[in-house]
């Protein structure tokens, strides 16, 4: 079996690549940059996306696991002291592969019959270098809405509880094969007007944005900030690509959404609950 490591590059996260690879090797498995069977990623989150691009054209043979060494992550769930158990089992091969939705951004340009295709584990944005940026919506080949506003969001199921939910989204379960568009900051007045409300779309639909206003564009794939000029269609579906994830113990999508988001408010009350006794 073969792995690799990504760290966020801290004093921490360095000293943990380093531990697990001697450990791992010391089990026998091969340390593999080219073509790992698993990639563990030490930091947060956003190592992980990155870990994840950097390996996307090994989604089908490769499988994640992160290691958190901030604040608890969606995709980094296992501790700096949990290190040399989660090593036992990967040399056991004590997992099985849990496989997360990932989106499939297309854009196609006016003047070439080329276009620009990318994978996306959290999110893609579109946003005008001007001011206001002016889209078509079709869903599924017929005109939807004519969106004026900052910009538009398209995020998967594991995505939602990062820019998404910041936006007004809704928190969808992995399992889910779907994806789902929020506004940023829409315009509406008696004259202009968008739904006003984040869409869940199936995995069978298919979103097309087409610009009315200028063709020059900032498309975000998750961490990563693309330019495109000449724009003449930004398409999202779901992909048939999964990404994998080494899954070794139960952690409920909902009880990483309840440490994230609402176990701290809980503790707090709970404290000034005793305080008032």
């Known amino acids: 079996m073969k792995f690799t490591i990504q760290s966020r590059n801290d004093e921490i996260s360095n000293k ?163 994806m789902q568009l929020t506004e940023m900051a829409s315009i509406n007045n008696r004259v202009f007007r968008t739904v006003g409300s984040p869409l869940i779309l199936p995995d069978h639909h298919i979103c097309t944005l087409t610009p009315v206003k200028g063709p020059d564009f900032m498309v975000t794939v998750d961490h990563l900030q693309l330019l495109h000029k000449d724009v003449k269609s930004i398409e999202y579906k779901v992909s048939n690509e999964k990404m994998g994830f080494a899954r070794f113990r139960p952690f409920p999508f909902w009880k990483r959404v309840e440490e994230s988001f609402v176990a701290s408010d809980l503790i707090y009350e709970r404290e000034d609950d005793e305080k008032k006794k």
């Not at 090994?58 to 090593?87: M, N």
């Not at 919506?137 to 004026?148: A, D, I, K, P, Q």
Request: charged content about 25%.
């Open 16 to 178: 943990l690549m380093k531990e697990a690879r001697v450990y791992l090797r010391d089990f026998g498995l091969k340390y593999d940059e080219e073509e790992p069977d698993i990639v563990l990623s030490i930091g947060g989150d956003g190592t992980l996306l990155h870990a994840f691009h950097k390996y996307i054209h090994r989604l089908d043979k490769t499988s994640f696991v992160g290691i958190h060494t901030g604040h608890l992550g969606f995709y980094a769930d296992w501790k700096p002291s949990e290190i040399e158990k989660l090593v036992i089992l990967i040399a056991r091969q004590e997992y099985e592969v849990i496989e997360y939705p990932l989106i499939e951004v297309t854009i196609n340009y006016r003047h070439s019959e080329k276009s620009a295709s990318y994978l996306a584990l959290n999110e893609s944005t579109v946003k005008s270098p001007e001011v206001t940026l002016v889209m078509d919506v079709e869903l599924n080949g017929e005109h939807f809405e004519r969106f004026r506003g900052d910009g538009l969001c398209m995020s998967t199921p594991s995505g939602s509880t990062a820019y998404s939910k910041s936006l007004g989204g809704a928190i969808i379960h992995p399992s889910l094969p779907s």
